[in-house]
T-cell receptor, first 113, second 110 residues
């Protein structure tokens, strides 16, 4: 079946602009996660959803970052007033439930000029 | 100290060699352990979950040592196609997030 999909695959934006990144999880997966990976770095947890609620948003770097999930499916990660240090690959993963294997999407490469 | 640590490598090995990676974790409450493989400019893909009793999948063997708080990955008979970065990931019972190591780079040469 279809895996996790993310859009856009690449995004170039100017410093100070807002961006929205989208994630479509695997159908039926109740858990959804956002991570980011900077060049040459490991994956950094941002936030996760169980259904539409976010039990853990401890990894969001600042209040410029927010995420929502609607209908227990699609999630959007929004970065307001982007900064150059926000440049990274933003990865979404979904899982069948708490503690289950997480499957990753292809990521969105964000470049802030 | 990072919560999950790995030797970044690179490990350069010839085809056919056996290579082992370790990953240490600091949270003794950790419950679930995974090895992911990540190719250059690609997303991580699950390689193996790691079970308490150890588990094997073809040329790959994963072990968990709770007393010393590390997991290991053994690759036998290395292939050129095994060249990638191997990420270990750990989560704990009170949170569903995965904590990743920074990855170990493996390069298999002919």
């Amino acid at each position: 079946g279809a895996g996790v999909s993310q859009s856009p695959s690449n995004k170039v934006t100017e410093k100070g602009k807002d961006v929205e990144l989208r994630c479509d999880p695997i159908s039926g997966h109740t858990a959804l996660y956002w991570y980011r990976q900077s060049l040459g770095q490991g994956l950094e947890f941002l936030i996760y959803f169980q259904g539409n609620s976010a039990p853990d948003k401890s990894g969001l770097p600042s209040d410029r970052f927010s995420a929502e999930r609607t209908g227990g499916s699609v999630s959007t990660l929004t970065i307001q007033r982007t900064q150059q240090e926000d440049s990274a690959v933003y990865l979404c993963a979904s899982g069948a439930g708490v503690g289950e294997t997480q499957y990753f999407g292809p990521g969105t490469r964000l470049l802030v000029l | 100290r990072k919560e999950v640590e790995q030797d970044p490598g690179p490990f350069n090995v010839p085809e056919g060699a056996t290579v082992a990676f370790n990953c240490t974790y600091s949270n003794s409450a950790s419950q679930s352990f995974f090895w992911y493989r990540q190719d250059c400019r690609k997303e991580p893909k699950l390689l193996m979950s790691v079970y308490s009793s150890g588990n094997e999948d073809g040329r790959f063997t994963a072990q968990l040592n709770r007393a010393s708080q590390y997991i290991s990955l053994l690759i036998r008979d290395s292939k050129l196609s095994d060249s990638a970065t191997y990420l270990c990931a750990v989560n704990s019972y009170n949170t569903d997030k995965l904590i990743f190591g920074t990855g170990t780079r493996l390069q298999v040469f002919p």
